[in-house]
């Protein structure tokens, strides 16, 4: 076992003095404040870190930031449990326990590896050709387990997430050297400036690789200039955050990661404590009126022979661990590169005391300047050459160079090395993502062996490396190698080694795709660089090919035998990199979910043992237990007082909405299929609501208020909908007719009275309403005072009862509410829910819409077809009835059940008729027992059924059947005599 | 027409704008511009808002017809409509503001919204709408 912290060098950037101890996979180990788990884990001499997607190999720390491929860790325990995090920029912490996602029994020997010496057999397309018998879900879940994809906690995430809306005139994703020059001059132009940088500090490469800006040192440079930004009025600086995608009409997103707090002295952070209002992640919705992408470049590899063997790097990555976390990727390194960034590397390991054995240049022509410094630093340079192959079974043990002939098709000579790193350049790419996100194009270019930009775009600047821009203000001035960039004037040399078997050089080190699979895809004709991708998975990771798809798209080209720049690429999705669902989701969990509405008389209900469910929005009682009752003995309780003296409903969802106007009666008449044109003033009619296909809407009532003043009620779960489609009948349709539309529901408190003593209990209450039958019948309207307040009272019945819905201001409905119970109390009132007052309407055979009606129910079907064919207007929806669907004979129709044998008839059933040959001939759409014999009783759907009353019915729930009678509702008072008392 | 009692107030704009209303903006320094950088309506009753505060309502422009139709006539106003790649004329509703109903010419391939006008206004003529970005 190495020794803890024997990768550890000389050297700035971590803070030696606060020591983090940390686990990975179980083992201690320490870190330093200020290193990221990647870091800490290089240090500490830890090579494997993971295992591949398919063959099992072992994988070790790759790069230096998002773009990682390898080093995906499972991070904590319990809810807080974090799958899939990228090793490089998770910022260590104290406590903090990282395990490896896959390897049986560890990541150190995991016997999967056995998969690695059969990977001939496991080429592209395996999973599609084989995993094919009976289907792929028995293979699934093993095929899922060894592909060690981490585990998602399965508890409720404890954390908060923010949503926050923010609007800027400049916007400058990047917070480097040249986002930090954008933002700068932005904000001296006076506008209001979001600086956003993925890192927790500012300047990127520049704090840290040496170069100097403006005759300053960067990292002093970096520092002036975030200081006058963090001054600066207007200007807000984000850390730690990410765009991570832009979309449409140029909206961004970004994920701020909220670091735990900080040490009292801002030392670094403390054990993870996080104020309950401080949220974990925030997501940013920002528009902005001009973008500045300084988003920079990702390192590019080099491709050859079991390229993915831990200790084989990013040259860059290799120099930013050595000058950011004074860790050294190995002992005995070789470079090997196709451009001159890699020489810088090279330069900073010589210099930090690590054996530099060799840089290896795939260019023929090594610029002099390069070849001088390398003299200076005493390391061999070898032109021409790229690595081919290496060695080494759980880590990197040596490498073969081989020297390329003239025209870099073949090798003459190979040179091994003996060694424990590798760091590798295959040049930049810029980080175009957001760009093409936002509908700009790219096109490869030779010169650069990257994606380029093509055209300028309306809302976005590209600014520093991302461009492909030179940038003459930046020299270098310790290591004297120039400042990375992905163009520079000499073209790059070769990116993928000519020889070695295909099937060991890794393109997508994440999905485990090689060479080989992309050959294998186009001799199978797929030719679309997007179909090969969906064939191989290149680049499909979790990773989005960040180091792949320009290699890729090079190899799929060669294979096609045509120019990289002729094939395309593939398009770059958000997000930019992986995105917390809690992040999206917000705060809108629980019970923000969605609002709650709560009845004007809420607290009493809850005072008196409601049991609450949701009913839409709202939030209504199901029945008021007493004791020990049960939910069904409640409900039976309530609905047998009502039958046998009254009960009090709180109704007041009830949907209610005003409609005035001199027009408002030929308004109303366009909506319903009953004829409007002979209410009368105080007089109320059922109606029925139909979309313009002729399937029912919505029912409710019409009540003529006065000649120009209508009401009319809705379900209450389509209250808002009912408002919505009036206003857009009326604007859009009959905008000359002189109608005003207004909801008011929430302005009434809704008490129904219901039972054959609900008269002689309202009476009891001060009214100038004459409540007599003679003088208010049944389906009347009288306007009044009731108890000295304004009150509009309906005799309009759902329970089958003589009832009065009254209607008061919602502030006075709790002392209405408590004043009829004082009164009815004594004779037997009783408060009842919802339930009930459900059963007591199934025993009536009343329609429930959207219990009884689905997406296909016509008026017809619910018995309404002659009061619909008997308007002589149109009306909404009234041509449809006429369309040969809705004019059959067979369709299916709303009839009573009567079960026989005793036993519950269950909502859903399916029913049969003897003799039958259909799969179903209907369903049960309401069903329950009398409220008075018990009797299992039904609502349902059935084929004709208006012509099957008497006939028996097979009913069939989940392999139970039992049987019933086909019979014509109600159920319950068919004369209705107690409704019209 | 009946004449309106006087407390009836109809909302027929004096002056009927026969052009649309140019989809504009005005920036913090008082110089209107158009908008093309997000997806921003502007309604014509209340001015630029943000698009989560509109309801869409399918074409407009479709003709409601007579009761007499055939029932292949009626079938088609019920169930088809066009989906046009580029200028689609569409009705938007200020759902969570004025209420009020418009009508719309967006762009389906950039989603820019390149005129509004009111309910019951002729479709404008756009001339040239752009397609994709500019390059």
């Known amino acids: 076992m190495t020794k803890p912290g024997a990768f550890r060098v000389d050297g700035a950037g971590v803070n030696r003095n606060r020591p983090l101890r940390f686990r990975f996979d179980g083992r201690p180990l320490t870190g330093y404040a200020g290193d990221s788990l990647a870091s800490a884990l290089l240090a500490n001499g830890v090579r494997t870190v993971g295992r591949s997607f398919k063959f099992h190999r072992p994988r070790g720390v790759y790069a230096c930031g998002i773009e990682e491929p390898n080093a995906l860790l499972q991070l904590g325990t319990g809810a807080r449990a974090i799958p899939s995090a990228r090793a490089t920029v998770v910022e260590l912490t104290e406590g903090l326990e990282a395990f ?31 995993f094919i018998w009976p289907n792929w879900h028995t293979y699934e879940g093993l095929v899922r387990r060894m592909a060690g994809l981490g585990r998602a906690p399965v508890e409720p995430d404890p954390d908060r997430y923010e949503i926050r809306n923010l609007h800027c005139d400049v916007l400058v994703i990047g917070g480097g050297a040249a986002g930090l020059r954008e933002a700068s001059a932005a904000s001296e132009a006076g506008g209001r400036v979001v600086l956003v940088e993925q890192a927790s500090e500012l300047g990127g490469r520049s704090a840290w690789d040496g170069s100097a800006i403006e005759g300053t040192p960067g990292s ?54 996080r104020h309950l209002s401080t949220p974990r992640e925030r997501y940013w919705i920002v528009r902005a009126n001009r973008v500045v992408l300084a988003t920079g470049a990702i390192e590019q590899p080099l491709i050859f022979c079991n390229n993915d063997r831990p200790g084989i790097v990013l040259a860059g990555a290799a120099h930013q661990y050595l000058r950011c976390y004074a860790v050294a990727v ?67 043990s040596g490498v073969s160079v081989g020297r390329l002939s003239r025209d870099s098709t073949s090798v003459d000579s190979v040179q091994h090395f003996r060694c424990d790193a590798l760091a590798i350049s295959g040049g ?39 461009a492909g821009e030179r940038d003459d203000a930046r020299t270098s001035a310790q290591s004297k190698a120039p400042a990375q960039h992905p163009s520079s004037a000499q073209p790059m040399g070769i990116r993928i080694s000519p020889v070695g078997s295909t099937l060991r050089q890794w393109v997508d080190l994440r999905h485990d795709v090689t060479v080989s699979d992309l050959e294998l895809a186009i001799r199978e004709n797929y030719a679309s660089v997007e179909h090969v991708k969906r064939y191989t998975t290149v680049g499909m990771s ?73 009913y839409g929005e709202w939030r209504r009682p199901v029945a008021y237990l007493r004791g020990s009752e049960s939910r069904h003995a409640g409900i039976v309780r309530e609905a047998r007082a009502v039958r046998g003296a009254a009960g009090l409903f709180d109704g007041s969802p009830l949907g209610k909405i005003e409609v005035h106007g001199p027009d408002a009666l030929e308004f109303l008449d366009h909506f319903y299929i009953n004829n409007l044109a002979t209410l009368k003033p105080g007089r109320a009619r059922y109606g029925l609501m139909l979309r313009e296909s002729g399937v029912i809407f919505d029912d409710g009532t019409i009540v003529m208020l006065a000649p120009d003043r209508y009401l009319i009620t809705t379900t209450s779960g389509n209250a808002g909908r009912v408002a919505a489609w009036l206003e857009e009948w009326h604007q859009c349709e009959w905008p000359q007719l002189r109608v005003a539309i207004m909801p008011v529901t929430d302005q009434w408190a809704t008490v129904s009275l219901a039972g054959p003593r609900a008269r002689e209990i309202l009476s009891k209450l001060a009214t100038d309403i004459d409540l007599s039958g003679a003088a208010f019948p049944h389906l009347g309207m009288r306007e009044g005072r009731l108890l000295g307040e304004p009150a509009r009272i309906y005799r309009v019945s759902f329970t089958g009862e003589l009832t009065y819905e009254i209607n008061v201001p919602a502030g006075c409905g709790q002392s209405l509410w408590d004043a009829i119970l004082d009164a009815g109390t004594p004779v037997g009132l009783q408060p009842l829910g919802i339930e009930a007052l459900l059963l007591m309407r199934l025993e009536k055979g009343f329609l429930h819409v959207g219990s009884d009606t689905d997406g296909t129910t016509v008026p017809d079907d619910v018995g309404w077809g002659k009061v619909a064919s008997a308007k002589s207007a149109d009306f909404i929806g009234k041509r449809s009835l006429y369309l040969p669907e809705n004019a059959r004979s067979d369709r299916l129709q709303l009839v009573g059940l009567a079960g026989e044998g005793g036993a519950d008839i269950v909502v ?40 099957q009353i008497g006939a028996q019915v097979s009913v069939h729930d989940a392999g139970k059947v039992t049987r019933a009678r086909v019979v014509n509702p109600p159920f319950f008072d068919p004369s209705g005599d107690r409704m019209n008392a | 027409m009946r004449e309106p009692p006087r407390e009836w107030h109809i909302d027929e704009p004096q002056a009927r704008r026969t052009q649309p209303i140019a989809v504009l903006a005005a920036s913090a320094a008082g110089v209107f511009q158009p908008i093309k950088n997000m997806l921003r309506i502007s309604c014509p009753h209340c001015g630029i808002r943000d698009e989560v505060e509109f309801a869409f309502g399918g074409p407009s422009h479709v003709t409601r017809p007579a009761f007499e139709v055939s029932d292949a006539e009626w079938a088609d106003y019920l169930f088809n409509r066009e989906n046009p790649k580029g200028i689609h004329y569409e009705r938007w509703q200020h759902a969570y503001g004025c209420g009020r109903w418009f009508n719309a010419a967006r762009d389906t391939v950039t989603h820019e919204i390149l005129a509004v006008y009111r309910m019951g206004d002729p479709k404008p003529v756009l001339p040239g709408a752009p397609r994709g970005r500019a390059p």
């Open chain 1, 100 to 130: 490896s996602q896959s390897g049986w029994p560890s990541v150190q020997t995991d016997a999967g590896r056995m998969l690695d010496f059969t990977a001939p057999l496991w080429a592209a397309g395996f999973y599609n050709k084989t």
């Open chain 1, 220 to 273: 002093k440079w970096a520092k002036l200039l975030t200081e006058r930004l963090e001054r600066a009025p207007d200007v807000r600086i984000l850390r730690r955050t990410t765009a991570v995608g832009y979309y449409d009409r140029d909206v961004v997103a970004l994920l701020e990661s909220v670091p735990v707090h900080e040490g009292p002295d801002g030392s670094g952070p403390m054990q993870r404590k």
């Open chain 1, 330 to 396: 190995g002992r005995r390194v070789l470079v090997a590169t196709n451009n001159d960034s890699a020489y810088a590397t090279a330069c900073g390991l010589k210099e930090a005391g690590v054996d530099v054995l060799a840089i290896a240049d795939s260019r023929h022509e090594v610029p002099r300047e390069q070849a001088d410094e390398m003299r200076r630093q005493s390391i061999p340079v070898l032109p021409g050459s790229i690595p081919v192959d290496t060695s080494g079974f759980s880590a990197l």
């Open chain 1, 428 to 466: 930049w790419c810029p980080a175009l993502h957001l760009y093409s996100q936002a509908g700009g194009k790219l096109v490869y270019r030779e010169q650069s062996r990257a994606l380029e930009p093509v055209a300028t775009h309306p809302i976005i600047t590209l600014a520093g490396s991302v």
């Open chain 1, 542 to 614: 979790v990773d989005q090919g960040k180091t792949s798809n320009v290699a890729a798209i090079e190899i799929i080209a060669r294979l096609r035998r045509m120019k990289p720049s002729d094939l395309g690429h593939t398009t770059l999705r958000p997000p930019y990199t992986p995105v917390t669902l809690g992040a999206i989701v917000g705060r809108g969990t629980g019970e923000r979910f969605s609002p709650s509405r709560l009845l004007p008389m809420h607290s009493w209900h809850v005072a008196h043992g409601a049991l609450f469910e949701d």
């Open chain 1, 908 to 947: 859903g059933s399916h029913l049969r008729l003897a003799g039958s040959n259909e799969v179903t001939d209907g369903w049960v759409t309401s069903a329950g027992r009398a409220v008075l014999s018990a009797e299992p009783i039904a609502l349902a759907v059935l084929r004709a059924g208006r012509r």
